[in-house]
């Protein structure tokens, strides 16, 4: 089923535990996922599996939480 | 930080559709000899201000198209306690508190904030339990359906929160658990 067709999903924690499987579906159905965590390798070997099975994906190092992030939030983003 | 990965989603894709808050971590201690300042902080800092990050980084991105779909990952232990996770189980619990809120104050932006509780579910995070005989039977004597949930039964429900087909659900908390907070096995 593919429910999604090229939407745009974020996953943080995509490397390990249900992260990676969360990843993989939604590019199974149809999404392009940027696979977020804090761990480099492997938010890159969770991108690096979806791109093996003929989907989108990206990889990106982020960790969720340094206050740094929160000084503006609002609309605008922060 | 989670506005680098928003940029990054952005720069890449010119928009951010979804979002799913599963990052989280989950040390044990007795409330009574854990380490406030580090410990109980840094779960605080992970498991509910990384989601609630996460959300501030992409919520505008959504309000620019007119739509987006949040679902967090709460857990069981945002319904129940559990012994040595006291941290654990209060920011699963305000996990719970911030998908209802944020739903609130959203859903008129179309913005859908959602959240799964899995269960005992066969993961890594979850290995030793497998490989504890007693902590098995106890499992399994709880467990209505009489097996561990699999990772594909969690993400399934991920994704139809994320889907159309759930724009009628807003600030839920989908409990994916096999039943075992139904009740009591006794």
């Known amino acids: 089923m593919m429910r999604f067709s090229g ?9 390990v535990g249900l992260g990676h499987p969360i990843s993989g579906q939604f590019a199974a159905e149809g999404d392009v996922v940027v696979a977020a965590d804090v761990m480099a390798e492997g938010a890159r070997e969770t991108a690096s599996a979806i791109v093996a099975a003929g989907e989108r994906a990206l990889a990106v190092q982020a960790d969720v939480w340094p206050w740094t992030d929160v000084q503006r939030h609002d609309r605008r983003g922060c | 930080m989670c506005s680098v990965m928003t940029a990054e989603a952005v720069e890449h894709y010119d928009r951010i559709d979804i979002l799913v808050n599963n990052v989280g971590v ?10 406030i300042s580090s410990r109980w902080q840094r779960m605080l800092d992970v ?3 990384g989601a609630m990050c996460g959300c501030c980084a992409v919520i505008p991105h959504m309000l620019e198209i007119g739509r987006g779909k949040i679902v967090n990952i709460a ?10 996770r006291s941290a654990y189980v209060a920011s699963k ?5 911030l998908t209802k809120a944020l739903a609130f104050e959203l859903s008129r932006d179309q913005i859908w904030v959602n959240a799964v509780a899995p269960g005992t579910t ?8 497998f490989a504890d005989p007693a902590m098995l039977e106890l499992l399994d004597f709880e467990m209505p359906i009489g097996r561990f949930g699999q ?16 724009d009628f659900v807003c600030g839920e908390t989908l409990v994916v658990d096999g ?3 139904t009740g009591k096995g006794f």
């Open chain 2, 26 to 35: 989950r040390p044990t201690a007795f409330f009574l000899e854990m380490d």
């Open chain 2, 122 to 129: 066969v993961t890594p995070m979850n290995a030793p339990y």
């Open chain 1, 7 to 15: 939407k745009i999903a974020v996953v943080t924690g995509a490397a």
């Open chain 2, 47 to 49: 498991n509910l201000n």
């Open chain 2, 179 to 181: 039943g075992w907070t």
């Open chain 2, 75 to 84: 857990s069981v232990a945002g319904i129940l306690a559990f012994t040595k």
């Open chain 2, 93 to 97: 619990g305000a996990i719970i508190g």
């Open chain 2, 151 to 166: 990772p594909n039964e969690i993400t399934s429900a991920v994704l139809l929160l994320a889907s159309d087909e759930a």
